[in-house]
């Protein structure tokens, strides 16, 4: 099937030649020749205008019939293979309604392919080897992710792009690449436009997180080795770090990172959505550590200084009963009774504490709220997307710190309070099975919370 990008060429007027045929029986004057003129070409616009709105009302969707071989032709089938260039070509120019609709189509395809077989494979292959890039299908996925609940029949293509992308992404393909100030300025941008946890507002904030004294590392696939798949963000201190504020103001001075004795994990953004599920942040966080230590052999501790970002939205969904079993103190206990609005009231009250003095035993509560939220599981993981990020891969909860991220999104999302996720190498694949057996293993100093 043809698509034409142009509407019909429009035939040319009558020559001239012709016309001064016409004019040896009757000349007509100027002003009359130039009239018959403008009619011609009014007349000719309107026919080029009709055509062009023909054209752009036609219905662009592809048949099921059109769409079946990129399922079922050989992989060397030309015609199917010029097909799939054309569709990739349209789904990449495409805006989100169209793209929609393309999906929807192929959708309707696949579901009549009996037996099922690799042809969604297939598919997927076809489109790759004539896109060239694994970009197309990385948004594909993302699409798919994000209608497969409206688009009928979509989820069985998402989930076999899924298995074809977790291959094509496999760790031992991934290239680790330190990223400075000196990297190209295409490279940088793309942090700014990336970075998840911690907004990046202009080029000095950047350039400070980029800094000699600073380290920032991603993970690339050969394939796109233009777009960073997953980064994380670096700081050096003398002692683990518990407030994000410092680390982020580019006023601080710098310390040296060969005197340092942590490394601080501050931010960790994924890039692409279309390889959610695909995990490699694990060996991301692991390989860090390795070029870490051989560049700074006296580095002793590696934790993460991460946000807590589901624990207002839990904290205020608690009732009276609930914060009754949450709370300690007898008064608090008492106040919360009945109340259906309670973890509201508790989640306005550390917010306003965290922005102002609060009291040391106010301190505690909201410390203690926020570790039993860390350790609340749901189907064997953590609740939180962040903990179970760092708990999945070995990691334990370490400390708790109050204040630690007054921004608006840090106020939002945690009432300003942040947590320190410890790496340590030896001790991963233990806390490993004490989070399997439904129990997140926690630092010693956070039993007396």
Not at 78 to 96: E, G
Not at 202 to 210: G, I, K, N, T
Not at 404 to 421: E, I, L, P, W
Request: proline share 5%; hydrophobic share 40%.
């Amino acid at each position: 099937m043809q698509i034409s990008d142009t509407p019909s060429a429009v035939r040319a007027p009558t020559p001239a030649s012709s016309r001064n045929e016409v004019a040896v029986i009757r000349k007509p004057d100027a002003k009359s020749a130039a009239k018959e003129t403008r009619k011609d070409e009014e007349k000719e616009s309107r026919g080029l205008m009709a055509r062009l709105g023909k054209w752009l009302e036609r219905d662009h969707s592809f048949a099921p019939s059109d769409i079946l071989p990129l399922f079922t032709a050989r992989l060397t089938d030309v015609a199917a293979n010029r097909f799939a260039k054309q569709w990739s070509a349209r789904y990449a120019a495409a805006d989100a309604k169209e793209r929609r609709s393309l999906l929807a189509g192929l959708a309707q395809a696949s579901a009549g392919l009996e037996p099922r077989g690799d042809q969604g494979l297939r598919l997927f292959r076809r489109l790759y080897a004539q896109a060239e890039s694994l970009r197309l299908l990385v948004d594909l996925r993302a699409d798919m992710l994000r209608w497969r609940n409206q688009v009928a029949g979509l989820s069985p293509l998402e989930r076999e792009l899924e298995g074809l992308l977790a291959s094509w992404f496999d760790v031992g393909m991934l290239e680790l690449r330190p990223i400075n100030w000196d990297s190209p300025a295409s490279l940088l941008e793309k942090l700014i436009q990336y970075e998840a946890v911690h907004e990046i507002r202009s080029w000095d904030e950047l350039r400070h997180r980029v800094a000699e004294h600073r380290r920032c590392y991603a993970f690339f696939h050969p394939r796109m080795s233009d777009v960073p798949l997953i980064f994380v963000e670096v700081a050096f201190a003398e002692q683990m770090a518990g407030n994000v504020q410092v680390l982020l103001d580019p006023q601080v001075p710098p310390g040296d990172p060969a005197k340092a004795r942590w490394a601080i994990f501050y931010s960790i953004s994924n890039t692409q959505p279309g390889l959610r599920g695909i995990s490699f942040g694990n060996f991301l966080l692991k390989r860090v550590i390795d070029e870490l230590l051989r560049e700074l052999p006296r580095l002793k501790g590696f934790a993460t200084l991460s946000p807590i970002p589901g624990f207002v939205d839990w904290l205020s969904k608690q009732d009276g009963k609930a914060m009754q079993a949450l709370l300690h103190d007898k008064a608090d206990k008492q106040q919360a009774q009945d109340d259906a609005g309670a973890g509201q009231k508790w989640v306005e009250r550390l917010q306003a504490a965290a922005a102002g003095r609060a009291s040391d035993a106010v301190q505690r509560t909201g410390l203690r709220l926020a570790i039993q939220y860390l350790k609340t599981m749901k189907n064997g993981q953590p609740i939180d997307p962040v903990a179970r990020f760092h708990l999945g891969n070995g990691a334990r909860i370490e400390r708790m710190n109050w204040a630690a991220d007054c921004s608006a999104k840090g106020m939002a999302q945690s009432c300003g309070m942040m947590v320190n996720y410890l790496y340590e190498l030896d001790q991963l694949d233990d806390n490993l099975a004490q989070l399997a057996a439904g129990k997140p293993k926690t630092g010693l100093n956070l039993r007396w919370l």
